[in-house]
């Protein structure tokens, strides 16, 4: 294209994205924002034509614009991040993408970033309450945040400090763990239990996994999905929707989802099931397969004899089955199995019986190379981890777990994800103020939060505002949060407006004014993730493991400093001029170069340092023992990239870790963590079951067994139940102030463009009187929102599906109607009520939320 086509082009180009005013660009925080501006400043930050050197360079850099966590190249041009693309280094998933990866470059270029400290001057908090930050100096800033962590160490109160953690990467371990620990608080929380902590649960206490799957997709032949939606919401993404045209030639896929997700639209079959009843489903899956003898005797086991006796309503004698790699099979059976006939099921979710009857045998006929996938429609259920256990005990039945065309944990890759111990630089105060109850009461009877099989390891997220609500077990008085908006995320957003409200004093480190920043006192600009950060992800799948670098490839664009390496490093250094220097000293003589041993010089060379650090044993001499051979760190640095090897099939039959090295169809992992759970409480394992919430008491408790499904609200009153789904172009919560978000929203089945959509049924719309298009308002027992409805035949009657990422009243002009007042459409999370699956931990999304509808 010559210079005057490129003029011509670039001219269209700032005519369409034109707008009518500039609006306020800068830090602004009140005020009606318009859509044009933003634009318009968008396109101003581009370099004009005439300064285009027509020359650019590629940048490895990884994507966090969901948990795919895709590396990716940014192509470069004169200073500006132009395009990206997939990093041909990855062994997961090559050159391929999806559209989230689009959307980072309109989150780096938004004209609604922060670009500048901040701090509040209106004392009052509230929703309500316009916070009046006005700018101030990271000197300052770092100043007073330093003057309140001291002041609670002068009273030995250190436990009153908290750090809240959402997105991370694996560089988090000094601001997130060392430095809370020497500050002397026991409070650093997580964001896990909010994500798909319950996921976890059946592949722990099963096959001893605490960690996501893989799937095998390349060599499957039958893939039977819970609500997971590989091609648009699901890890790795970017794989499988390069991979999933090939996968359907080779495999039937049945997708289990009470909307008809993109996923589903392209199956060879779609259950629309009822919202919180997938176990159900499952179980007699496993009925019917044991029935007719269709498990993968290889993997499990058989009868000594050779006959199936497994007979509905029966129970089985156990010395009659000989176990192979799997242990407890016919003690499920006796225990729960026996009653789960797929007429049971078909009446308890809604389903045909002979589909499941049909699923049963057409798995049973693929076996082994079978897949199970669960998600959090699924799983983040109040009783969430026996719908876990459920759907992965299919893996383990039909021999699919650690075999070709199964599914794989995630390869080992070797880093120094914990920084040295700490313990050496924690004082008398620090170490009295470690030993406090946790803000969100993990632990205690009710919330065992079993993170790898013990109590209190695991976190609970949304329990946070609760517990700071009720003062229990005591209040937060010093608040340092970053890569989060929980008033936003987590269910029942009331509540943590109210609790943020109470807390004495808040700092978050966020790219953009969140609805969790409206409530802060100090607001500290963040370096974009993708384009301006160090840091360290890794992910898996296509059998392998890949560990890829976050690196600067532009300069910077405002006052932003990087979240968990810049930060802490100025925290450290005012802590030490004000007579507190552990911090500062445990950075200068632990964190040190791998290469040189010695220390950041200074607060430049500090994020490459702790990147040099963590990916220290791959780029090491000993890198190639588990995958790609580096010859340093330049290399690293170079690619971006590296793989583990390709995982070894059947490497832990009969050595898993659980309690019997087998796959547990009985689990005594399980009963031995709900043991020692009790044991700590001194009741029995039943009285943890009824405190948690759940039923199936006694030994049925350590199987995986049909638990209904909580439902909050009277039937009459809320007469249909939510789905909240996720999007293909969420960045999480992220997306909503980007222009193209709303442009191609219609890319999501049933969705409108422009429009914040909630799908009914035609049948159900017909009875309500709606038409698409009408404004309604969804309400539930905890809160209303309101958005506009679709009728669509790609929804279980009964249910509303609505995609979870709209309904700012914060983050910038384009994700809300009047930036800090009115919301763009409805966040989900205002009507979900704030329940929780007490085993993980994790909060339930899925299942139990009844809602009405009402007309605008």
């Not at 990093?87 to 050159?95: E, F, P, V, Y």
């Not at 009659?320 to 099921?345: M, Q, R, S």
């Not at 250094?573 to 041993?597: C, H, M, S, V």
Request: charged share 25%; proline share 5%; with cysteine.
């Amino acid at each position: 294209m010559n210079n005057t086509n490129k003029q011509g082009v670039d001219t269209r180009r700032r005519s369409l994205l034109k707008a009518s005013a500039t609006g306020a660009i800068a830090t602004g925080v009140t005020g009606t924002f318009a859509l044009n501006p933003m634009i318009d400043a968008i396109a101003a930050e581009l370099p004009s034509v005439d300064l285009r050197t027509g020359t650019g360079s590629w940048h490895p850099t990884t994507c966090q614009g969901c948990t795919s966590w895709c590396a990716k190249q940014v192509y470069v041009m004169d200073g500006r991040a132009i395009k990206v693309r997939g990093n041909h280094h990855s062994k997961i998933h090559d050159t391929a993408s999806c559209p989230r990866q689009h959307l980072n470059l309109q989150q780096v270029y938004d004209p609604d970033r922060l670009k500048t400290p901040m701090i509040r001057t209106n004392p009052n908090k509230g929703h309500d309450q316009d916070p009046q930050f006005q700018p101030i100096s990271w000197d300052k800033a770092m100043d007073l945040l330093a003057d309140k962590i001291m002041a609670l160490r002068e009273k030995n109160e250190t436990h009153k400090y908290a750090l809240l953690r959402g997105r991370y990467s694996l560089c988090n371990d000094l601001l997130y763990s060392k430095m809370t620990a020497m500050i002397g608080s026991p409070n650093n929380i997580s964001h896990s239990s909010i994500c798909a902590e319950a996921h976890k649960m059946g592949p722990y206490y099963m096959d001893g996994n605490w960690g996501y799957m893989q799937y095998d997709v390349k060599n499957t032949k039958y893939i039977l999905s819970f609500g997971a939606d590989p091609i648009a919401s699901n890890r790795q993404v970017s794989f499988y929707s390069s991979e999933w045209g090939n996968t359907l030639d080779r495999a039937k896929v049945v997708v289990v989802d009470p909307r008809l997700s993109a996923s589903a639209a392209k199956a060879h079959k779609w259950i629309p099931i009822e919202t919180g009843t997938d176990s159900a489903l499952a179980l007699a899956i496993a009925h019917h397969a044991l029935v007719k003898g269709l498990w993968h005797k290889p993997f499990v086991g058989d009868f000594s004899d050779g006959k199936n006796r497994f007979v509905a309503g029966k129970e089985v004698d156990p010395s009659t089955f000989t176990d192979a790699h799997a242990y407890g099979l016919v003690k499920w059976w006796n225990l729960a199995l026996k009653d789960y006939t797929p007429e049971w099921a078909a009446d308890v979710a809604g389903l045909n019986a002979n589909d499941i009857r049909q699923i049963a045998e057409e798995m049973g006929a693929a076996a082994p190379a079978v897949q199970v996938w669960t998600a959090r429609g699924a799983v983040m259920q109040t009783r969430g981890t026996y719908t876990s256990m459920a759907c992965h005990a299919l893996n383990g039945l039909f021999g699919g777990v650690d075999n070709e065309g199964g599914v794989f944990p995630y390869n080992k890759t070797p880093l120094n994800k914990n920084f040295p111990d700490a313990s050496d630089y924690m004082d008398a105060i620090a170490k009295k103020g470690k030993k406090h109850e946790k803000i969100d009461q993990r632990g205690r009877l009710e919330l065992p939060a079993m993170k790898k099989g013990k109590s209190g390891k695991g976190v609970v997220t949304a329990n946070v505002a609760s517990s700071i609500n009720a003062a229990d077990p005591y209040e937060i008085e010093v608040m340092l949060a970053y890569f989060n908006n929980f008033a936003f995320s987590a269910p029942d957003t009331k509540q943590w407006e109210q609790a943020l409200s109470k807390v004495g004093f808040m700092a978050h480190i966020t790219t953009n004014i969140s609805e969790f920043s409206w409530f802060a006192d100090l607001l500290l600009p963040a370096n974009h993730h993708m384009f301006e950060k160090w840091g360290v992800l890794n992910a898996a799948g296509n059998g392998v493991s890949h560990i890829s670098l976050q690196k600067p490839s532009i300069e910077r664009l405002y006052d932003t400093r990087q979240d968990e390496s810049e930060v802490p490093y100025l925290l450290a250094q005012k802590l030490a001029e004000k007579g507190f220097d552990l911090p500062w000293r445990y950075i200068n003589e632990q964190l040190l170069d791998p290469e040189t041993g010695k220390p950041a010089a200074n607060i430049d060379e500090f994020p490459e340092l702790l990147a040099k650090y963590v990916t220290a044993p791959l780029w090491g001499k000993d890198g190639g023992k588990y995958g790609d051979q580096l010859s340093g760190w330049d290399e690293l640095k170079q690619k971006g990239v590296w793989n583990s090897h390709e995982y070894k099939p059947k490497a832990r039959w009969s050595k898993f870790k659980t309690e019997t090295h087998k796959f547990e169809f009985y689990s005594k992992t399980l009963e031995k963590a709900l043991g020692k759970h009790a044991k700590k409480h001194h009741v029995d394992v039943n009285e943890v079951i009824e405190a948690c919430e759940y039923t199936g008491y006694d030994q049925v408790a350590f199987v995986p067994n049909y638990q209904a499904p909580v439902r909050d609200g009277d039937a009459k009153a809320f007469p249909l139940l939510l789905v909240d789904q996720k999007s293909r172009l969420n960045l999480e919560g992220r997306s909503a102030n980007s222009p193209w978000y709303y442009e191609f929203k219609d890319v999501d089945p049933g969705d409108l463009a422009d429009e914040d959509t909630a799908k009914i049924n035609p049948i159900d719309g017909e009875k309500l009187g709606l038409k698409t298009g009408d404004k309604i308002r969804l309400v539930s027992t905890v809160g209303s929102i309101e958005c506009t409805v679709a009728l669509w035949e790609g929804i279980r009657p009964g249910s509303v599906a609505k995609c979870y990422g709209q309904g700012h009243w914060a983050y910038g002009r384009a994700a809300s109607k009047e930036f800090g007042k009115q919301a763009r459409g409805g966040n989900n999370n205002t009507i979900i009520p704030n329940r929780f699956d007490r085993f993980s931990g994790a909060s339930a999304f899925y299942g139990h939320i009844r809602i009405r509808i009402e007309k605008v």
